[in-house]
Nanobody
Framework: QVQLVESGGGLVQAGGSLRLSCSAS????????LGWFRQAPGQEREFVAA????????HYADSVKGRFTISRDNAKNTVYLQMNSLKPEDTAVYYC??????????????????WGQGTQVTVSS
């Protein structure tokens, strides 16, 4: 019903920056809550950031607060994750996710119904 495609990942040195993009299909993009999650090798999937469907309020994991910024452009059906001051521990596959649920918990991956394929971010020390 909706397709999400991430891009912008790559290899960067510690302290550098990357900007991830997630483009979505569909006309009702503005009605979706959007989030970014990541999964490192041997680790469980964890919440990174989210942006609300109407207010545009943002939420961040403590580990990235002050370094990462999530934003959305509804006209372009795109959500972004600007990542600054990257650390080796940020290395992971990053996934964007969307939910059209009336009520959901922003940090719970199971409450998101649509997922991208993921993009690899590798930060060298």
């Amino acid at each position: 019903q909706v397709q999400l495609v991430e891009s912008g990942g790559g290899l960067v040195q510690a302290g550098g920056s990357l900007r991830l993009s997630c483009s979505a299909s569909g006309r009702t993009f503005s009605n979706y809550g959007l989030g970014w999650f990541r999964q490192a090798p041997g680790q469980e999937r964890e919440f990174v950031a989210a942006i609300s469907r109407s207010s545009g309020n943002t939420h961040y994991a403590d580990s990235v607060k002050g370094r990462f910024t999530i934003s959305r452009d509804n006209a372009k059906n795109t959500v972004y994750l600007q990542m600054n001051s990257l650390k080796p521990e940020d290395t992971a596959v990053y996934y964007c996710a969307a939910t059209a649920r009336f009520s959901y918990l922003i940090r719970i991956s199971g409450d998101y119904d649509y997922w991208g394929q993921g993009t690899q971010v590798t930060v060298s020390s």
